[in-house]
């Protein structure tokens, strides 16, 4: 009998303990970051169009937000990131701060897209257009990359998940797309 009530003091412990488990900021989402830049060169092309696209090429539109917590009903379209100031606000373009660290802070000057933890990263790829070509001194081809769930960024994950991660592809990392000139 004592054994019995040890073992359900213990049990009852446990799920409490789990109850309890600190969460992190970043709960219930992933991003799925781009490098996009030119054979050689290390900085990211500006003023891009980077969306999430079906098989046909078709812009994915975040209905009802399914896929992303931000922009329901919109396309999926991706965000430059950008550095944050000594004030906690985006710096202006050449700006400079004392403390100045990028808004999603995984990524340097790489597109971004927030989306849902079980967002079917295996359904889409990704369109990257150059839609104002005089800007970035020439037009670049249109590249489609297909995705996988491994390109998205797991933010919160248990240490089990953690672990499965050593092996295979490393999760975390940008997609590196190469982008040519027309």
Same mark, same amino acid.
């Given at each position: 009998?004592?054994?019995?009530?040890? *073992?359900?003091?213990?049990?009852?412990?446990?799920?409490?303990?789990?109850? +309890?488990?600190?969460?992190?900021?970043?709960?219930?989402?992933?991003?799925?970051?781009?490098?996009?830049?030119?054979?050689?060169?290390?900085?990211?092309?500006?003023?891009?169009?980077?969306?999430?696209?079906? %098989?046909?090429?078709?812009?994915?539109?975040?209905?009802?937000?399914?896929? %992303?917590?931000?922009?329901?009903?919109?396309? *999926?379209?991706?965000?430059?990131?950008?550095?944050?100031?000594?004030? +906690?606000?985006?710096?202006?373009?050449?700006?400079?701060?004392?403390?100045?660290?990028?808004?999603?802070?995984?990524?340097?000057?790489?597109?971004?897209?927030?989306?849902?933890?079980?967002?079917?990263?295996?359904?889409?790829?990704?369109? /990257?257009?150059?839609?104002?070509?005089?800007? +970035?001194?020439?037009?670049?081809?249109?590249?489609?990359?297909?995705?996988?769930?491994?390109?998205?960024?797991?933010?919160?994950?248990?240490? %089990?998940?953690?672990?499965?991660?050593?092996?295979?592809?490393?999760?975390?990392?940008? /997609?590196?797309?190469?982008?040519?000139?027309?």
């Amino acid at each position: 009998m004592k054994y019995l009530l040890f *073992m359900l003091l213990l049990a009852a412990g446990g799920a409490s303990a789990q109850q +309890n488990a600190m969460h992190c900021g970043y709960d219930f989402t992933s991003y799925v970051v781009i490098d996009a830049h030119e054979n050689g060169k290390t900085h990211n092309i500006k003023n891009l169009k980077v969306t999430i696209v079906d %098989s046909l090429g078709n812009d994915v539109i975040n209905t009802n937000n399914l896929y %992303s917590y931000n922009k329901a009903n919109q396309p *999926m379209k991706f965000s430059f990131n950008y550095l944050i100031g000594d004030d +906690n606000k985006r710096l202006p373009e050449g700006g400079v701060a004392k403390k100045e660290r990028w808004f999603f802070p995984y990524a340097k000057d790489n597109y971004m897209l927030s989306v849902v933890n079980n967002f079917p990263a295996e359904s889409f790829q990704v369109k /990257i257009e150059d839609v104002d070509g005089a800007e +970035n001194g020439g037009k670049f081809k249109t590249v489609f990359v297909p995705l996988y769930s491994y390109n998205m960024y797991v933010l919160c994950s248990n240490e %089990s998940e953690q672990a499965a991660m050593k092996f295979g592809r490393k999760m975390n990392k940008p /997609i590196d797309v190469v982008l040519e000139k027309e």
